[in-house]
């Protein structure tokens, strides 16, 4: 069975983490940081997110995010590959860096985005790697404080929960801070996790959520067939030509698009999708790959709404 989609709305906050293979390191030296911060960078500007708050850890990212249109699986599966193709390279190696599937927790933000934010920042003292939040480069923090600058991240929202005036914000985020940290909220994070939706909220927002996945699988029932259809109405392609065997690049954009849409939809898988055009899987995966990589993603998500509005009126 094809696993469940994480939710998606437009603006919806997210608790990212992205961990190493087996616990191993994922960043060597500080040129590593640095290159995962310009794609963060790049990512920001590509498909159009906020990041209100990072800790790069030596074997795992925290990432406070939040969406526009395009999902967070787009967002978090291009920065990863491309990541790990530079590492790779790097070391000379192959095969995975991180671990599996990333994980990510939505946020209710009016209740749960500062104690996020503070949760994020003191990852390097309670690792013992340093004393005060503020001796550690790798994370957003000192960029709340004003001691240093990414163009790319958000602070302004968080810090308006202190003050509408900037110095009362900066004097209302340091004390905040550098409050004693309750240890219950890592365990609250942790069973969010192990929710029917991973969420770092309380009960009301969960009924809002589990409303929100139940109208949407109600009012959507998709078959492949009807899939390939509207894909193939929409790039003005025959169905016969997706069978056949050749090196045509716009044929297998066409089964890629299938195939991440079918996943989207919850109809079936890759392999499933490669199958039923008798073609390699790797194939299809790799074709899907270079259309996130070369900027597909809002290609990809004007085809889905499009698809939605068709079948749900």
């Not at 927790?105 to 920042?121: E, F, G, P, R, T």
């Not at 490669?274 to 790799?286: G, L, P, S």
């Not at 790959?289 to 079948?311: A, P, Y």
Request: hydrophobic share 40%.
């Amino acid at each position: 069975m094809p696993r469940k989609p994480r939710i998606h709305y437009s603006g919806a906050f997210y608790h990212v983490m992205l961990r190493g293979n087996g616990g191993e390191d994922i960043f060597f030296d500080n040129d590593d940081r640095t290159k995962f911060l310009s794609l963060i960078n790049e990512g920001v500007n590509r498909f159009n997110f906020r990041v209100h708050g990072f800790c790069l850890m030596t074997n795992h990212v925290h990432l406070a995010l939040q969406v526009g249109e395009i999902p967070l699986s787009n967002i978090i599966q291009n920065i990863s590959f491309r990541y790990t193709r530079i590492m790779n390279k790097k070391r000379n190696k192959i095969g995975h860096l991180f671990q599996g599937r990333y994980k990510a927790l939505i946020v209710d933000a009016d209740n749960y985005l500062l104690k996020l934010i503070q949760y994020i920042h003191l990852n390097p003292v309670r690792a013992n790697m340093v004393i005060n939040p503020g001796d550690y480069r790798w994370s957003s923090h000192n960029a709340y404080l004003k001691l240093s600058y990414f163009s790319w991240l958000t602070t302004s929202y968080v810090l308006r929960y202190f003050s509408t005036d900037e110095r009362d914000s900066l004097i209302g985020y340091k004390k905040f801070i550098l409050e004693p940290f309750d240890q219950n909220a890592a365990i609250n994070f942790n069973i969010a996790n192990k929710k029917s939706f991973p969420a770092i909220c309380d009960d009301v927002f969960m009924k809002k959520l589990e409303s929100l996945q139940n109208n949407i699988e109600e009012s959507f029932d998709l078959t492949l067939d009807q899939l390939i259809d509207s894909v193939c109405l929409f790039y003005k392609i025959e169905e016969a030509c997706l069978y056949v065997k050749s090196r045509n690049r716009f044929n297998s954009k066409i089964r890629a698009v299938i195939a991440w849409l079918a996943l989207e939809f919850k109809i079936g898988s890759a392999a499933m999708v490669a199958n039923y055009f008798k073609c390699e899987h790797t194939t299809v995966t790799r074709a899907i790959k270079r259309i996130l990589l070369t900027g597909g993603s809002h290609e990809l998500n004007i085809i889905k709404n499009k698809i939605i509005n068709e079948f749900c009126g």
